[in-house]
Nanobody, 125 residues
């Protein structure tokens, strides 16, 4: 099993940046990719961005690539998501997820074996 713990988020002003972090523990050697999903109020959960722990390859979702930046720390087994120039539509619960699969795409929730509890990002204007 792999345990994921998110941190960061909270109430932020439009135009500011938010930094989210996800720390993995347990059988982290099985993790191939870690990613972020988000779920806005009244909407389905959507894939944001993911990164390979093997070679750092990035897998993009619907989020604009110029505002959403993902990074990883192999030593600490953490993945971070920075969201720049926050907008009201970025308000959502952000979930960290880990996949043990090798695949060409990681946009489907079913590719992920482990999930964090989620952290709320609320953008105020």
């Amino acid at each position: 099993q792999v345990q994921l713990a998110e941190s960061g988020g909270g109430l932020v002003q439009a135009g500011d940046s938010a930094s989210l972090s996800c720390s993995a523990s347990g059988r982290t050697y099985s993790v191939r990719v870690m990613g972020w999903f988000r779920q806005a109020p009244g909407k389905e959960r959507e894939f944001v961005l993911a990164i390979s722990f093997f070679d750092g390859s990035l897998f993009y979702g619907t989020a604009p690539q110029d505002r959403f930046i993902i990074s990883k720390d192999d030593v600490k087994n953490t993945v971070s998501l920075r969201i720049d120039n926050l907008r009201a539509e970025d308000t959502a619960t952000y979930y960290c997820a880990a996949s043990a699969f090798w695949a060409d795409s990681y946009s489907d929730e079913r590719m992920y074996d482990f999930w964090g509890q989620g952290t709320q990002v609320t953008v105020s204007s």
